[in-house]
């Protein structure tokens, strides 16, 4: 299925599941890309893909093995951003549903808790393609997260492989 560019009046938003987020991207690109400015901010792309981060939920003695690493975890493993000790992983409501009544959560955990945060997400991060999951990672972090330098500069790094850039002040 061939797309046009997105149209920014278009109230059409598409998840980042979607079987052609990727030419969603690039007609985003396409669609933002000056002279002046050939590549845009990503978020841009918050116009027309959602983010799939519902709710973080943070969990006390849970295996993070086997799940797909997100957020900062992500972040780790692509980029040059030191982790955090503690992982970050996704998992779509329907898994979140069949764990919840074995583990235990922690409402505000502190330094010395050693936990996961868990992103519910709106669908299963597993099912995606390694681009798509790239995509999906970077729309998941808020702005106040992207507010933190290191945190900017390590989704600037996955961003400007889909030809955009991550502006810490915006």
């Known amino acids: 299925m061939k797309l046009s560019a997105p ?11 979607h079987k052609s987020v990727m030419e969603i991207v690039r007609a985003c690109h396409v669609y933002n890309s000056t002279d002046e400015d050939p590549t845009p901010d990503f978020r841009v792309l918050r116009r027309h ?6 709710q973080d939920v943070y969990l006390r ?12 975890s992500y972040l780790d493993a ?18 979140w549903v069949k764990k919840a009544q074995r583990v235990m959560s922690i409402e505000e955990p502190t330094r010395h808790d ?44 996955i961003a400007r492989q889909f030809g955009f850039r991550c502006d810490s002040s915006v």
């Not at 149209?7 to 599941?17: F, I, K, M, Q």
């Not at 893909?49 to 519902?54: H, K, L, V």
């Not at 003695?61 to 900062?72: C, P, Q, Y």
């Open 114 to 157: 050693s936990f996961v945060r868990v992103q519910l997400w709106t669908f299963d991060p597993a099912a995606l393609k390694e681009d798509a999951l790239a995509i999906a990672v970077m729309l998941s972090f808020t702005d106040r997260e992207l507010y933190d330098p290191r945190i900017s500069q390590a989704v600037d790094q």
């Open 7 to 17: 149209n920014p009046d278009e109230d059409r938003l598409y998840r980042a599941c």
């Open 78 to 95: 692509h980029t040059m951003l030191a982790d955090n000790r503690e992982k970050t992983i996704a998992m779509s409501p329907y898994d």
């Open 61 to 72: 003695e849970f295996s993070h093995l086997g799940h797909v690493k997100v957020g900062l």
């Open 49 to 54: 893909i959602s983010s799939p981060r519902m």
